[in-house]
């Protein structure tokens, strides 16, 4: 039997969002583009999402169920090895597709053959004003790879050719939040990325979340690690929680010497960039700036020494920072008055 070829195959991995599911499939069925199959990979849910499907009725929806719970990254991996499509999108099962999605990125792709996946913007649901953005150039998502995911999986469309080609999978192992980003930093050895800058996904938040209720601070350890190890960049537990810093997550807190490790720790940083080429080194560079930059109002929250540290190593005093530093100290002394 001859199967049918389509654009596009838009992957839908289902685990216990029966509630959420039919808003999110309807958003695919409604897409200004046509040209398409609805795959959605049921990882045996419990909560009768699958039946949500099932009753749905539309021919361009295949169901692909599994008799046990195998875990995200793996339900991914065998939706990625049914597709059909040229394209593969994805659309999370708890969030909802702008109509002109589709028809947009796949006018991107075509445009760019040398773009092997892409993203967009989000926004999220019932909150007009928080918008999520990508970088939209190759070179702006490379400078940002050591820190977060160059494609924000949820609104990703990506080459199944490529996929193929490069055997790209998710770790079937991970069952932790981060198995996207480390998808997504395997295409960069391989092809381009590029992200619209519209919000084209509508982002769903809550106790739905994968990260919901979750210590964000071993989740991020987890997924530095991960990332330093795919890059092959060595790292000890003291780099470790330097590079969380610049994430803004803090397991002590800091004071003038170790902010001074903190700025070494940004300098390896950046020297190690240049010596292996991750990323422009102009980009990576403000990067790492705006990183360390915005750092000081937390040092200047909680201790002198480190806001007094930061300024001097930023190579400037400026009169907004000195009076920021002024107040935070005199609020803390009043308070411990009190």
Same mark, same amino acid.
């Given at each position: ?63 692909? $169920? ?31 597709? =702008?109509? $002109? ?62 996929? $193929? ?26 092809? =381009? ?24 601070? $071993? ?65 990576? =560079? ?15 929250? =909680? ?36």
């Amino acid at each position: 039997m001859e199967v049918p070829h389509v654009r596009v195959t838009v992957l839908t991995t289902l685990y216990n969002k029966g509630p959420f599911v039919k808003e999110a499939l309807q958003s695919v069925l409604s897409s200004t583009f046509t040209d398409f199959e609805l795959l959605v990979v049921d990882d045996a849910s419990t909560d009768g999402g699958v039946e949500v499907v099932k009753g749905l009725s539309d021919p361009r929806i295949r169901i692909l $169920e599994s008799p046990v719970n195998t875990g995200r990254a793996a339900a991914a991996n065998r939706g990625y090895g049914h597709a059909r499509g040229d394209y593969v999108a994805v659309l999370d099962a708890d969030d909802i597709m =702008h109509p $002109e999605r589709l028809a947009k990125q796949v006018a991107l792709m075509d445009a760019h053959p040398e773009v092997g996946i892409s993203g967009t913007a989000y926004q999220v649901l019932g909150d007009e004003g928080r918008i999520g953005k990508w970088p939209t150039t190759d070179a702006e998502c490379r400078a940002k790879m050591l820190f977060g995911d160059p494609v924000l999986y949820g609104s990703s469309i990506m080459r199944r050719s490529v996929v $193929e080609q490069y055997g790209l999978r998710c770790d079937p192992a991970w069952r932790h939040p981060g198995m996207d980003y480390l998808f997504t930093l395997q295409f960069g050895r391989h092809t =381009h990325y590029a992200n619209l800058p519209e919000a084209l996904l509508y982002y769903r938040m809550g106790a739905n979340n994968m990260r919901h209720e979750r210590d964000p601070l $071993e989740d991020k350890r987890r997924i530095i690690k991960e990332v330093f190890r795919f890059f092959d960049l060595p790292m000890t537990d003291r780099d470790l929680e330097f590079q969380l810093a610049l994430h803004d997550l803090f397991s002590e807190p800091f004071d003038a010497r170790r902010v001074g490790e903190l700025r070494a720790w940004v300098d390896r940083l950046e020297r190690t960039n240049t010596e292996r080429g991750l990323s422009p080194e102009d980009l990576f =560079h403000e990067e790492l700036e705006h990183r360390w930059r915005r750092l000081f109002h937390r040092f200047a929250d =909680h201790d002198l020494g480190a806001a007094l540290a930061h300024q001097r190593l930023s190579g400037g005093w400026s009169m907004g920072r000195s009076t920021y530093m002024a107040k935070a100290t005199l609020n803390r002394w009043t308070g411990r008055k009190r």
